[in-house]
């Protein structure tokens, strides 16, 4: 439970730095990030690692670049999913990714969620 929650802290401060960073994407309140925190998570777990393997042949030919694209697709479900969460467009939602994406490695190096 420990661990959870310290990855649900980890996403949730990557989305508020997300979105102070990228201008085409905000929330209506601070319980929506939250919410939208915690569904991101439960995307990231669940869906992407179906969407990584659908994508392996094409991940291999672009040496890995396609996964901001399934980020980027994952970002912008995300918002469709949590009203008041919102995302104004692909580029919004890949420039959101790679900047979540950033933020989380750099925090999970720092705080070691999985305790090693």
């Known amino acids: 439970m420990k661990r959870f929650l310290m990855k649900w802290?980890?996403?949730?401060?990557?989305?508020v730095v997300?979105?102070?960073v990228v201008s085409?994407?905000?929330?209506?309140?601070?319980?929506?990030?939250?919410v939208a925190a915690l569904v991101l998570g439960l995307l990231n777990a669940f869906l992407r690692p179906l969407l990584m393997l659908l994508a392996l042949p094409?991940?291999?030919m672009t040496l890995g670049l396609f996964t901001l694209v399934?980020?980027?697709?994952i970002f912008y479900l995300d918002s469709r999913l949590v009203r008041g969460f919102f995302v104004a467009g692909f580029w919004s939602a890949f420039l959101g990714a790679l900047v979540f994406s950033i933020i989380s490695c750099i925090l999970s190096f720092v705080l070691k969620p999985d305790g090693k």
């Open 24 to 34: 085409g994407i905000h929330t209506d309140r601070r319980e929506t990030t939250v």
């Open 70 to 73: 399934i980020n980027g697709f």
């Open 18 to 20: 997300v979105l102070h």
């Open 58 to 60: 094409v991940n291999l």
């Open 9 to 15: 802290l980890i996403t949730t401060v990557s989305l």
